[in-house]
């Protein structure tokens, strides 16, 4: 791969009702009728009775009545949102216009696009015309924004732009030679953006997509072939792909292999990937930044590991987490001290300690999908993608 490239051709033109349980108590004997005369012992006695086996019967019943849901329900965070979209997609990506929050748009498997105007409430389908000018079943993979500008790539190679915060979208040619599939894209300024392939191409623009220079010198796999001698578990003959890659509000990046056996790391400037091995038994499934700038990594089979301190390291610690045994796929965090992880069968775990210690939320357990993705868009905007086209929105 060249240190500098044209890989792209030029553009185209969602009360507790106490129950009365008073109609359950049956009425004295003395009110039920006029009385000649006192009642007497006997009466008294049979009315007494009566008494007593109505109010018995008052607390039976409302023992059993159902009762309302108590104020820290733990639904109060999270609700479902329904989409107008077929049983089996999987949810991939979500983005928002910087200059209208309640603008975004949603991508996702089977050439899924929706969009809302109300923050995320009701999403519609949308419809890219330079999008289905060919018979191709298109995984949207990643969007990104800035100001009015916006990108999304795909698979097969797919990458569209907008100046307009979406309202059109244009299709960038690409070149039949891009080294491995698009699998994130970033908005990084006007008319700017990075891109990333599953290969560990990275490649960046600055005039809209028409020109792209790379900015490592060569794909993973050449490095790690090139580097068996480094002692990196699994890199020998090193032929697959990344199945992560995460992006630090630095610029840095970290990637997990697609066999989870080690993790690589980029920091602009480098001019080529660097491998590092697990520190931990269990294959990697997943990792991403803090908010503090340090990192998380997941293993597969449920565990959640933090590194020490801040900034790319091999120096890892296990955070007990409640599982229940299924993997946790991703972290998301809303600020600096509260991050949600979320993952296999509805799993959602919630951190109010930058990730010390996890409680798991039962927001989702009634829903059999797995949430893959934490997307927040800022403190009070987040969403969970999963898949079978489940989407949960933050309430707070």
């Known amino acids: 791969m060249a240190t500098s490239s044209s890989i792209l051709s030029s553009l185209p033109p969602r009360l507790r009702s106490r129950p009365n349980t008073r109609r359950l108590l049956p009425l004295a004997t003395a009110a039920a009728a006029p009385q000649s005369s006192p009642p007497n012992d006997n009466q008294l006695v049979i009315s ?25 329900d733990p639904l109060a965070e999270w609700e479902r949102v329904y989409l107008p979209i077929d049983p089996g997609v999987v949810l991939l990506d979500i983005a928002f216009v910087p200059d209208d929050p309640f603008h975004g748009f949603l991508l996702g498997t089977r050439q899924t696009i929706l969009e809302t105007k109300d923050g995320g409430s009701t999403w519609f389908s949308r419809s890219i015309a330079s999008a289905e000018e060919e018979d191709f079943n298109y995984r949207f993979n990643s969007i990104s924004f800035i100001g009015k500008e916006g990108w999304i790539i795909g698979k097969p190679a797919i990458l569209l732009y907008t100046t307009d915060a979406g309202e059109n979208w244009q299709r960038i040619p690409l070149s039949a030679q891009l080294p491995g599939d698009m699998v994130y894209i970033k908005a990084t300024g006007e008319k700017s953006a990075e891109m990333v392939t599953d290969q560990g191409a990275i490649y960046v623009t600055a005039n809209g997509g028409y020109n792209w220079k790379a900015a490592v010198q060569e794909t993973v796999s050449a490095t790690l072939n090139r580097t068996v001698s480094s002692g990196i578990s699994g890199a020998s003959y090193y032929t697959g792909t990344f199945s992560s890659v995460n992006r630090s509000p630095e610029g840095n990046y970290v990637a997990v292999s697609s066999r989870g056996n080690f993790y690589m790391t980029w920091e602009p400037g480098q001019a080529f990937w660097q491998p590092h091995n697990r520190a931990v038994a269990r294959r990697i499934q997943n990792m991403g930044w803090r908010a503090d700038g340090g990192l998380w990594l997941l293993v597969r089979g449920g565990g959640l590991y933090l590194s020490k301190g801040i900034g790319i390291t091999e120096d890892f610690e296990e955070v007990p987490v409640q599982s229940r045994g299924f993997g946790i796929l991703d972290v998301g965090f809303r600020s600096s001290d509260e991050a949600w992880a979320a993952g296999g069968s509805g799993i959602l775990l919630k951190t109010r300690n930058s990730g010390k210690s996890w409680t798991r939320d039962k927001a989702a357990d009634s829903i059999a999908a797995n949430l893959y993705s934490v997307k927040f868009i800022n403190e009070r905007q987040g969403f969970v993608l999963g898949n079978d086209g489940v989407l949960l929105k933050y309430q707070g």
Request: net charge positive; hydrophobic share 60%.
């Open 48 to 72: 007494r009775r009566r008494e007593l086996i109505g109010a018995a019967v008052a607390i039976a019943a409302t023992s059993v009545l159902p009762v309302a849901r108590a104020a820290d």
